[in-house]
């Protein structure tokens, strides 16, 4: 029993944390997602409501862009010496994310931009075998989140611009876990998370056009705090136990961190600008978790559970070449340093420091429409990493490669 008790707490934390690091997405805008993820200082498209909802109001009319991202993460375990050899991998799934974004000035020459976001900035999953040598600490976790945002943003004159944007943020997150103990068949037991969650934020930002040629922006997207009410925790046990694991309903409160970013971009030649962001994300956010249940027993019960993220700085640098009038190259790269303590090194969040590489092409067929792709792959360091909570550890490496396409109409 006291197994069972022990293990009950991690698997609610782990829940909350795929709301952290290792799904946070960067995929907002194809042409900035092609350049390494940056896009605080040159407003290239109405996806800047995302990057800079300063850039706004510089665009030359109003658009419509939509975009759909295809994730195709994979994860890899091994067991660390003296332990043993064995090893382990994740199923390999795609999660699609799309985001869509309408705006631009209220009329040509105007000093004011209206429009409104829907994106993904967290989302992804992991799904390892039911029977692996972790599946007591997880064996899938499929995790969705939509932001809505809509910005208004003044053009001050014609250096500088501002912007802000409400942000209304909803998700849900479905986890699964074995449980040491058989029925009379020989199943494991499980526990099964699932829940919704919503929250507010702001995204602020400024973006200064120095000349043609030298642009610099800065923004603040606020921490989010998703409220996760209500929440369904399942279990299946054999009917002995189920008196100790009833199922119930929790709630708790999940922080997506604040995130500061400053650009800048340069045109060097005519056809050819460079642009490169600095991100300081406030992980810090993450100090300690809290789980209220509906119904508690001497071995379900509240929890409070000290996490510690530490504060990330990630640096990205991109370029886009216009080689004519109707067709673009865009390559970038990003280094995404991990939040993740030792000690809280999980399958569930199998974190590391990350290199981002990244390319895409935008073609206009016709004048007012714009055809865009992009690619980004990812993989992360080789971890070797424990779980204090649960005592299993080993060595992780996390690859991710993403295809995405995308729309832009100027109307």
């Keep these: ?73 994979s994860t890899s375990y091994a067991q660390s010496p003296p332990a043993g050899y064995y ?15 309408l705006g631009g000035p209220l009329q040509k020459g105007s000093k004011w931009g209206l429009g409104i976001g829907l994106y993904t900035p967290y989302g992804d999953g992991l799904r390892w075998d039911n029977t692996w040598a972790g599946s007591n600490v997880i064996q899938n976790i499929d995790l969705r989140t939509i932001f809505i945002q809509p ?34 068949n020989g199943n494991n037991g499980q526990a099964d998370l699932s829940g919704q969650g919503n929250g507010t934020g702001f995204n602020a930002g400024l973006q200064i056009k120095a000349t ?21 925790a399942k279990f299946t046990v054999p009917s002995s136990l189920s008196g100790y694991f009833p199922n119930t309903s929790f709630n708790s409160s999940l922080p997506l961190p604040a995130v500061l ?48 993220y530490k504060n990330t700085v990630t640096y990205r640098l991109g370029a886009n070449y216009a080689i004519s009038h109707k067709i673009a190259l865009m390559v970038g790269g990003a280094w995404d340093p991990t939040p993740v303590q030792n000690g809280f090194v999980s399958p569930v969040l199998p974190d590391a420091d990350r290199i981002v590489l990244t390319g895409g092409v935008t073609y206009k067929p016709l004048e007012r429409l714009t055809i865009l792709a992009a690619f980004e792959y990812v993989t992360s360091a080789k971890r070797d990493g424990n779980y204090d909570y649960s005592n299993f550890g080993g060595t992780y490496q996390t690859k991710a490669a993403t295809p995405a396409i995308g729309l832009c109409y100027n109307f």
């Excluded at 923004?219 to 209500?230: A, D, E």
Aim: aromatic content about 12%.
């Design 1 to 73: 029993m006291r197994k069972l008790t022990l293990l009950a707490a991690p698997l609610l934390l782990s829940s909350a944390l795929s709301f952290g690091a290792a799904y946070q997405l960067n995929l907002q805008g194809l042409r900035q997602l092609a350049m390494g993820g940056g896009g605080t200082a040159w407003p290239w498209d109405v996806s800047t409501l995302f990057y800079n909802p300063a850039g706004l109001s510089r665009l030359s009319g109003v658009e419509a862009y939509g975009s759909v991202q295809f994730i195709m993460p």
């Design 261 to 308: 970013s400053v650009g800048v971009g340069c045109r060097p030649i005519k056809n050819l600008v460079i642009q490169a962001d600095v991100n300081f994300t406030q992980w810090n956010a993450f100090d300690s978790l809290n789980f209220d249940y509906a119904q508690t027993t001497a071995q379900l019960h509240n929890t409070h559970l000290p996490f510690r």
């Design 151 to 184: 910005t208004v943003s003044y053009r001050i004159n014609d250096f500088i611009s501002a912007g802000i944007g409400f942000i209304y943020a909803t998700g849900s997150v479905d986890l699964k876990q074995a449980l040491p103990v058989q029925d009379q």
């Design 87 to 101: 090893t382990a991998s994740t199923k390999m799934q795609t999660f699609p994310t799309v985001n869509f974004y």
């Design 212 to 232: 043609d040629k030298l642009q610099f922006g800065i923004t603040y997207r606020s921490k989010v705090n998703m409220r996760l009410n209500g929440g369904d």
